[in-house]
């Protein structure tokens, strides 16, 4: 049962006659995964400018917490800016400085014209910028949305700036790759290309190719702009924090190593069942560009009917490996969600419980929140990183 939905090992052949050595190792990955970044080398500029637009995108960020904890405890509790019993972020002084002497009203205003700013340089960060076609859930109608693929966390100008440099980037290289894979398949003796089958070659060179930068994206730009971003909120926590309630910033620490664990065991099997995924798509495509290539053949003999029940049957089983896929994908994701949406609930129960003591102001308490959930969305990302690349794994393998 395990094998015929998984595929033993990830070897599912179907028509592959030299394509047979499916089996990738977490080394092997790492390897490919090399190979794939040495593709930025062409492109060091973009990618640089998108780096720069991804990690700066969070500094506007780090403020909205404790704008808000200004909010809770200056606009709506009534306290004067002068008594604070815990310090604010060293960047929180020149915001601090413009607000002195100023009334509940006056800082509300103040502090409004701020957010107006912010919104409409970056946006609310709600649903970030992109622009996609519609696709379905198989590798061929992805490819057309993965070639010129791109997005911003970020809304606003930053947003659409950011938008643009990222699908110039992700074009160049899906291009500079595509050539280079087609050249070398041109190469290619004609005995090979017929034993693998001239429709498994374009599946690689069309949907195997675009791919490729997205696997760059998971293992370069996303995690470092989302650990420096993290690492900075930790710092926040322990230096305003920290000698209040220390157990904050180890709960915060901890986050990240139960995500890698729940989800790193995982890595296997969803290459298996990706690589299967995608071998059942190759037969597919094949058996089309068979039946095209010998159509008067088989309308002459009268095999239209054998060739579209061939078909047929090798398509619903390409879709049924999507869907195994998917349900692979599921349960990472479930497992993950509920782990850390336990120690988040542990942590807020915590943080509550010190504003009730009387160790925290509720406004402390606003601005932990949104700083946790900071965290522990950083925290989920970096332990899905090595999870997300499996599944183009089998791709990189392929081109």
Do not use: C
């Not at 409004?112 to 340089?121: E, P, Q, R």
């Not at 290289?173 to 280079?180: E, H, I, P, S, W």
């Not at 034993?195 to 069309?206: A, P, T």
């Not at 949104?370 to 990183?385: K, N």
Request: charged share 20%; hydrophobic share 45%; no cysteine.
């Amino acid at each position: 049962m395990f094998e015929s939905i998984f595929g033993k090992g990830g070897r599912a052949r179907y028509d592959d006659q030299v394509d047979i050595d499916t089996e990738l190792s977490n080394k092997e990955t790492f390897f490919l995964v090399g190979r794939a970044v040495g593709l930025l080398k062409p492109v060091k500029e973009l990618f640089f400018a998108k780096f720069l637009l991804s990690t700066g995108m969070w500094v506007p960020g780090l403020l909205l917490p404790w704008i808000g904890k200004i909010i809770v405890d200056h606009v709506v509790g009534g306290k004067a800016l002068d008594d604070v019993e815990l310090r604010y972020p060293p960047f929180m002084d020149p915001i601090l400085a413009s607000l002195q002497g100023l009334g509940p009203m006056q800082i509300m205003m103040v502090l409004s014209i701020l957010y107006v700013g912010l919104l409409f340089f970056i946006g609310t960060r709600a649903g970030g910028t992109g622009a996609y076609l519609y696709e379905g859930s198989d590798a061929a109608t992805q490819a057309e949305n993965q070639i010129s693929g791109g997005g911003s966390e970020a809304g606003g100008l930053w947003g659409l700036l950011e938008y643009w440099v990222n699908v110039r980037l992700t074009q160049r290289m899906v291009n500079l790759l595509r050539t280079d894979l087609f050249q070398g398949l041109t190469r290619l003796s004609l005995t090979t290309v017929q034993d693998q089958r001239i429709g498994d070659s374009m599946y690689r060179v069309l949907y195997d190719a675009p791919m490729v930068p997205e696997v760059v994206y998971q293992l370069t730009l996303r995690p470092l702009a989302i650990l420096i971003a993290a690492l900075i909120q930790i710092y926040l926590i322990e230096y305003t924090y920290g000698d209040i309630s220390p157990e904050l910033v180890w709960v915060a620490w901890s986050a990240f190593p139960i995500a890698i664990a729940i989800t790193f065991p995982f890595s296997g099997l969803i290459r298996r069942t990706n690589q299967t995924k995608r071998a059942a798509g190759s037969s597919t495509t094949s058996s089309m560009e068979e039946s095209l290539d010998s159509i008067t053949a088989v309308q002459s003999l009268g095999g239209m009917d054998r060739e579209k029940e061939r078909f047929a049957e090798r398509s619903e089983e390409s879709f049924l490996r999507e869907r195994y896929a998917i349900v692979v994908w599921a349960i990472v994701v479930a497992l993950g969600g509920i782990f850390l949406s336990s120690l988040l609930i542990y942590w807020g129960r915590g943080v509550a419980h010190d504003v009730i003591g009387g160790l925290l102001t509720p406004g402390d308490f606003f601005a932990l929140i949104g700083i946790l959930v900071a965290i522990f969305y950083a925290a989920g990302e970096l332990g899905d990183t090595w999870i997300f690349v499996q599944e183009p794994a089998a791709a990189l393998r392929r081109v």
